[in-house]
């Protein structure tokens, strides 16, 4: 049975769009099943409020204080955080996972989500007084210099795939390693903040955080977005890319400046959430396959009800013990990387 798309063309502007039929019905269902993931987890805590009175007090139909002040200060938070952070470590996945042409390609495994963890926590443990407005910024930096580092040392006049693994699993250890000399001889309260947030969690995150993650999200999964076309050609392989008139350097560095900044202001909120870079976009091309205008709205929403469903997870195995959403990705993660790892050999 052959895939069927959709096509949408426009002359004034000039613009075209090619979607998978599957699309929108998926789109939906995932809409549908990213609300749900959110109103429970909304709902569940250590004082439960009904799904029904979750939705009449985000809508402001129910004005009772207490509500009001658990929904929407304690708990709305927390889950938009997991949720945002899931669609950007999802979408830069992806975006990695098509430069590479390598399914086992995810920030977290090839060392730039450490990049960006160790300069967050450079920023938490030496400069605790800076506004932390300035966090994804210091996280950008970090994930940017890891990854440039990376390419340097594994080109050898080509991109070879396994080699940039490889260096990029190498960088992860070294930073890692910094990571922890940092966190050892750092002063206790500053160390203490920066340890919960290695572990991946977006507990106690507020307001003013969503609204600092939220830009960078909105922001770079548009450019990735709108660069659908080339990532579609890269998919293909650079010599084809190359044919069809892509300049290929500047637009492997554009994508990769956008991949890493949606996972270096995701890592610099909610800490080191792994694996869902890798999951999510090998869930999403099983839904849509391979084109890229669907391809990325389905992975970022697919990441972030993964994240959503993690940190509920780890709310419910251990009650009342919570567990970080890095802790049960990582749990899911490593044995799909495995998995992975011996069907590619």
């Known amino acids: 049975m052959k895939d069927s798309f959709i096509i949408i063309r426009s002359n004034r502007p000039s613009f075209s769009l090619w979607l998978d039929s599957r699309v929108p ?35 402001g139909f129910d004005t009772s204080s207490d509500f009001q002040f658990i929904i929407n200060t304690l708990r709305l938070p927390r889950t938009l955080t997991a949720w945002l952070v899931g669609m950007g470590l999802a979408i830069a996945g992806c975006t990695m996972q098509t430069i ?20 967050a926590v450079l920023f938490i443990v030496v400069f605790p007084s800076l506004p932390v407005a300035l966090l ?7 994930g ?32 890692s390693a910094i990571t922890n000399i940092i966190t050892t001889f750092g002063e206790i309260n500053s160390v203490s903040q920066a340890l919960i947030w290695l572990t991946g969690s977006v507990y106690g995150k507020t307001m003013p955080q969503v609204w600092i ?19 579609n050609s890269l998919n293909l392989g650079d010599n084809l890319g190359l044919g069809l008139g892509l300049p290929l350097q500047k637009t492997q560095l554009t994508l990769l400046i956008c991949s890493v900044a949606l996972s270096s202001a995701s890592v610099s909120i909610a800490g080191a959430v792994g694996f869902i870079g890798l999951i999510a976009p090998h869930i999403a091309r099983f839904l849509v396959g391979n084109t890229h205008q669907g391809l990325i709205p389905v992975t970022g929403l697919v990441g972030g009800l993964l994240v959503v469903s993690a940190d509920l997870l780890g709310r419910l195995l251990f009650t009342p013990l919570e ?22 050999r």
């Open 213 to 231: 993650l939220l830009p960078w999200i909105l922001v770079f999964t548009l450019v990735t977005w709108i660069m659908s076309k080339e990532l």
């Open 100 to 119: 590479t042409r390598n399914p086992l390609a995810d920030p977290s495994i090839i060392g730039i989500n450490a990049g960006a963890g160790l300069a």
């Open 144 to 175: 940017i210099l890891v990854a440039l580092a990376i390419y340097a040392v594994a080109w050898q006049g080509e991109n070879s795939i396994i080699r940039l693994i490889l260096v990029g699993i190498g960088f992860n250890f070294i930073v």
């Open 323 to 344: 567990l970080p959403c890095g802790i049960i990705t990582a749990i899911i993660g490593v044995p799909y990387f495995i998995f992975l790892l011996s069907k590619s």
């Open 25 to 59: 019905k998926t789109l939906l269902i995932l809409i549908i099943l990213s609300l749900i993931a959110i109103t429970v987890s909304i709902s569940y805590g250590e004082y439960y409020i009904s799904p029904v009175d979750v939705i009449k007090t985000l809508w």
């Open 136 to 142: 994804p910024f210091s996280a950008f930096i970090g």
